[in-house]
């Protein structure tokens, strides 16, 4: 993989370590997308992952330089943070423009692998005789706060109530301290202001959010795309205080996005509109459609047997 001048790798390190007494490796799975070491450009590691089964697609080359690509797949142990499963090769497949012609597989053709995840976005990859560092590859982002621009759902979990924000970050602020913070508000209400950035002695971002004469106040492991980590609800001027509750994020938006949505809110409710048949977003005193009366008809009377058969 090739790097551009603006890029800038974020090592985003393990999800905050006190959410739970015994902590997983991950929480919710690795972060999928392209993985590399940095120190080793020019080859790649594709990860997904669907519950606990994962699939790997590696980007190599032979000892002659030709390009190779394996696959592997297998069930990832949440708990132990490991992967283990082979290297498969394909040959005999279809080209571009050809007719469908199914590749023959071969299977373990490049031996054994195995990938031990240290969080959510850091691992050590190993195949016979060797292993590697690798890490998420993060290439649109200049720095790590840069991540925070876009819009994010924050939520925490405080005894059972849950509560939280949906933020916009979308421009620079620069502080009397000399640090550099992405600003921003709450969605529908500007007024709510809202400051996030990445604190590296924490190896953390800090998130706060003005909402009503408290200060919700975040600390998140995160990578492109979620968060999760602790939150404090206090009044403003209150220093927070004690443990604090279970918080988690969502990336709505990226910013590219923001630039061309008056509301964004609105624009992605309308845009999971799959055809007018489907159609449920409703406008602002009017009745659901009949099809979503009867959808949560049927719903709400599958729940009330749910709770009588419990």
Not at 280 to 290: H, L, R
């Amino acid at each position: 993989m090739k790097t551009a001048g603006r890029i800038v790798l974020l090592l985003m390190l393990s999800i905050v370590s006190n959410l739970v007494s015994a902590s997983p490796a991950t929480v919710g799975g690795p972060s999928t997308g392209l993985w590399w070491n940095p120190n080793e450009s020019g080859r790649g590691f594709d990860i997904d992952i669907q519950d606990n089964l994962m699939i790997v697609t590696t980007y190599i080359y032979k000892q002659t330089g030709e390009p190779l690509w394996y696959t592997s797949s297998g069930l990832y142990n949440a708990q132990t943070g490991i992967f283990q499963s082979s290297y498969d090769s394909y040959s005999g497949g279809q080209c571009f423009g050809c007719p469908h012609t199914a590749p023959m597989v071969h299977s373990a053709a490049g031996g054994a692998l195995t990938i031990h995840f240290h969080d959510n976005v850091t691992a050590t990859l190993s195949w016979p005789g060797g292993s590697t560092e690798i890490q998420k590859y993060n290439y649109g982002f200049a720095d790590a706060t840069s991540v925070l621009y876009g819009e994010w759902a924050f939520s925490f979990n405080i005894d059972g109530l849950v509560g939280g924000d949906w933020v916009i970050f979308d421009t620079p602020y620069s502080g009397s301290d000399g640090m550099t913070y992405a600003s921003g508000h709450t969605q529908g209400t500007p007024s709510y202001a809202a400051l996030g950035k990445y604190d590296s002695g924490l190896h953390r971002w800090i998130v706060v959010v003005d909402s009503a004469g408290y200060i919700d106040s975040f600390v998140l492991g995160m990578d492109d795309h979620r968060a999760i980590g602790t939150a404090w609800v206090e009044p403003a001027g209150t220093p927070i205080s004690g443990s604090g509750s279970v918080a988690a994020g969502q990336r709505l938006l990226f910013k590219s996005e923001l630039n061309s949505v008056a509301n964004s809110a609105t624009t992605m409710q309308k845009s999971l509109h799959a055809d007018d048949h489907a159609r449920f977003v409703v406008e602002s005193g009017t009745p659901a459609n009949v099809d979503v009366q009867l959808a949560f008809e049927n719903l709400r009377r599958a729940l009330t047997e749910f709770k009588a058969s419990r």
